[in-house]
């Protein structure tokens, strides 16, 4: 099926740039008229996928993070987070809770909370090459008021 409507961007793992990230993906998935929780659970998702991006796929060094946001006709938004990194050596471990190779503060818990607030992910790595983040969610149909 092809999207009626998308857009990409390229951004620098930084972590600056993560939160423009949620909100650019956000803004421009309003156009579906999404509720408040469907617009949250993106924000947090692409958070998620992004961060992974900054704190894992480019440990010590900044790196490009490609987003692709494409709309299709049954209202379902799909959202690729791709990276160059380093690549996940094991995507079903990597995708366990609480499992995290950075130590320190990190809970382990990316994977997991992208999972729970999507209606679908995908998960492609390959080791010195990077790592590919599909997430897909329906965005409920409303009806409109027609309030006067």
Not at 8 to 30: G, Q
Not at 97 to 104: E, N, Q
Not at 115 to 142: C, E, N, P, Y
Request: proline share 2%.
């Amino acid at each position: 099926m092809k999207p009626f409507n998308s857009f990409s961007m390229t951004i620098l793992s930084r972590s600056a740039n993560e939160s423009f990230a949620r909100v650019a993906v956000a803004s421009f998935v309003t156009q579906l008229d999404p509720t408040v929780e469907e617009i949250s659970d993106i924000k947090t998702a692409v958070s998620e996928a992004v961060t992974n991006c900054i704190v894992h796929a480019y440990r010590d060094t900044i790196g490009k993070i490609y987003i692709t946001v494409s709309i299709f006709q049954d209202n379902t938004v799909t959202i690729k987070i791709r990276d160059t990194g380093c690549g996940i050596e094991n995507v079903e471990q990597a995708m366990e809770p609480l499992f995290t190779t950075a130590g320190g503060e990190r809970a382990g818990l990316g994977f997991a909370v992208m999972q729970s607030f999507m209606d679908g992910m995908r998960v492609r790595s390959a080791v010195g090459k990077g790592t590919t983040v599909t997430l897909k969610k329906k965005i409920s149909l409303r009806m409109k008021s027609d309030a006067k």
